[in-house]
């Protein structure tokens, strides 16, 4: 693969300083105010945005490693770790901070009916009491923990951690150093597109992937959406097709099956090997398709229906299976996998490994397993963190299920809201009201959305940053050998024949799985998957570029394909 787009750190100046012994004053001085002097200097660009598309300035050539290494004291090891954390440090504050853009609708609504107030008082058309959404938004502007304890909560709902946008941490850009694009504005045609996709995909939940092709509700739901001026999906002929339907934007998602072969294949975690056969739900069970359920729900009050489950364990074949997947999966569980299954499938690594060439070394502790896995998981914690922030102290967007309360009360005449006029004439409002009874969105789970705001959304963030890495380690072009797919039933895996599929694309397409298939339960937008997957992307090449730093092999750089097509090395 031929890269392109460099993106490095500036060199760490690792002989800028006398390194024979401990440092005295003098050397000390010069280095904090090397570091001061950066600061100063950098203060103007704070105000730059930093998309989340990572377009980052272009940086200095950095030098390549010793020809030699001689074994330092202690001390003078200790003043390089110094230097090389100084220097990142001062190449993070140089970069700046993004500018951070929210929609404006927590300004232009008094009634706050475009923002998320889950768990909070509510009055019976579902909107915040304002007393309570004002301490809400003070705690989100001061951060301080006795603000943020001092929100009236309507029920037992507990809010999802909103400080975990706060921390600082030590490698990679803070979190307020990335933005997100503004999410879709409460009256636009934007997320009135989005809001139908969802109320589609909770239509077609029971109905298996692969015979989109061939149902006729897959088919009515792409004329659907086909009839919308503002629908960011992916498209065939400027329409939505049964081939297209519900898919990633991302390159790949379109080839072959819809479920990616990482979700599919079995797993070799060490010496238990792991069948990708999962607990799924009972079909045709959907919640809080009933006003009283669902303005409970609002208020905070713990779901009264069960959740119910299938005792036939079950490959993922449809979006019900999906979205319980994506339900209760650990952090970074999908990602992980893929990388176990890489290794067993004996994938090469990307070109730039610098033990990819045979010699008498091998990688380990360094570009070998346990460092892609240890990388793996840190950086999903950083994105985590950074789309924490994105969602509490930026755009408190509200949540798919709290936007069609607003269609089901407007519709019904019990409020009046400004609604695009798309959704309000479109024909999937017919057909959620024929199967339900109202129009509110069926959801897959029992207590709804999580209590966080919908944008950015976290398992698409750590799904961009997981795949970002793995990208970077392995050979994207390498095509996945003996491929599968789920039979109808979910029951057996089959040989799957046609296009081939490349790790890169089957990467993009797990994270697209991950991120869309919390759309598919109901608890996610379209632009919450589609943006937040390039939010991890670019903490996780943030994250890369200080990783860079500390290493002694002689390395060009991790190359990678991002989510737009274009290639980098950073």
Request: aromatic letters at 10%; a negative charge.
């Given at each position: 693969?031929?890269h ?18 401990p ?24 105000g730059?945005?930093v ?25 003078t090891r ?10 990142a ?9 993004a500018?951070?853009q ?18 909070l ?33 309507g ?22 150093c ?15 597109a ?6 589609w ?13 061939t ?5 009515a739901?792409?004329t659907?959406l ?11 002929g ?7 339907l ?35 739900t ?22 009264s229906?069960?959740?119910t489950?299938?005792?036939v ?10 979205g319980?997947?994506?339900?209760i999966?650990?952090?970074f ?8 299954i ?29 460092y ?23 755009h ?16 019904t ?6 609604l ?34 919908a ?6 963030t750590?799904a ?22 789920a039979?109808?039933d ?13 790790v ?7 994270a697209?799985?991950?991120a869309i ?17 390039k ?26 394909t ?9």
């Amino acid at each position: 693969m031929s890269h392109t787009d460099p993106i490095a750190p500036p060199p760490p100046e690792h002989d800028a300083a006398d390194t024979s012994g401990p440092l005295d004053r003098r050397q000390f001085l010069r280095l904090t105010g090397a570091a001061a002097a950066a600061l100063g200097a950098s203060s103007a660009a704070l105000g730059q945005p930093v998309p989340a598309s990572a377009q980052v300035r272009t940086p200095t050539p950095r030098p390549t490693p010793r020809s030699s290494y001689v074994p330092a004291p202690s001390q003078t090891r200790l003043q390089k770790a110094y230097q090389i954390r100084m220097q990142a440090a001062q190449m993070e504050m140089a970069m700046g901070a993004a500018t951070q853009q929210p929609n404006g609708d927590e300004t232009l609504y008094p009634n706050r009916i475009g923002n998320y107030s889950k768990g909070l008082p509510h009055n019976d058309l579902g909107e915040v009491d304002a007393a309570a959404y004002t301490a809400f938004l003070k705690a989100a502007q001061s951060g301080k923990p006795a603000d943020w304890a001092a929100i009236p909560m309507g029920g037992t709902l507990q809010l999802k951690n909103p400080q975990g946008g706060l921390p600082f941490t030590m490698q990679g850009a803070d979190a307020a150093c990335f933005a997100q694009p503004p999410a879709p504005r409460f009256a636009s045609a934007e997320i009135a597109a989005e809001i139908a996709e969802n109320y589609w995909m909770a239509l077609l939940r029971d109905v298996p992937f692969e015979d989109y092709a061939t149902d006729p509700m897959a088919d009515a739901a792409a004329t659907s959406l086909s009839a919308f001026s503002n629908l960011k999906a992916p498209k065939s002929g400027g329409q939505v097709t049964p081939g297209t339907l519900f898919r990633g934007v991302e390159p790949g998602c379109t080839v072959g099956p819809y479920v990616s072969q990482f979700m599919w294949l079995d797993t070799p975690f060490g010496a238990e090997p792991i069948s990708r056969r999962m607990r799924t739900t009972t079909p045709g069970v959907d919640f809080m398709t009933a006003y009283p359920e669902w303005l409970a729900i609002q208020r905070g009050i713990a779901p009264s229906s069960p959740q119910t489950y299938d005792p036939v364990p079950r490959y993922i074949r449809n979006g019900r299976d999906l979205g319980e997947w994506v339900h209760i999966d650990v952090l970074f569980q999908a990602y992980f996998n893929a990388m176990l299954i890489l290794f067993s499938l004996g994938a090469p690594m990307d070109d730039g490994n610098p033990y990819k060439v045979p010699s008498n070394q091998c990688g380990f502790g360094s570009f070998g397993p346990p460092y892609i896995a240890s990388v793996l998981c840190a950086v999903a914690r950083h994105a985590l963190q950074t789309v924490w922030h994105q969602k509490w102290f930026v755009h408190r967007r509200l949540r798919p299920e709290a936007f069609a309360g607003r269609i089901h009360n407007h519709v019904t005449g019990a409020a009046s809201y400004p609604l695009h006029a798309e959704i309000l004439g479109s024909d999937v409002l017919d057909a959620v009201f024929g199967t339900h009874g109202s129009y509110l969105l069926p959801m897959a789970f029992a207590e709804g959305c999580p209590a966080h705001p919908a944008y950015g959304a976290g398992h698409a963030t750590v799904a961009g940053a997981c795949v970002t890495v793995l990208k970077a380690m392995f050979d994207e072009s390498w095509v996945i050998p003996n491929p599968v797919v789920a039979n109808a039933d979910g029951t057996a895996l089959v040989p799957y024949t046609g296009p081939a599929l490349t790790v890169g694309g089957e990467l993009n397409k797990v994270a697209s799985n991950v991120a869309i298939g919390r759309n598919i339960a109901g608890v996610h937008w379209r632009s919450d998957a589609t943006e937040s997957l390039k939010l991890g992307e670019a903490v996780a090449i943030r994250y890369l570029m200080e990783e860079k730093m500390l290493m002694n092999e002689a390395f060009g750089g991790y190359s990678l394909t991002k989510f737009d097509g274009t290639t980098v090395t950073v």
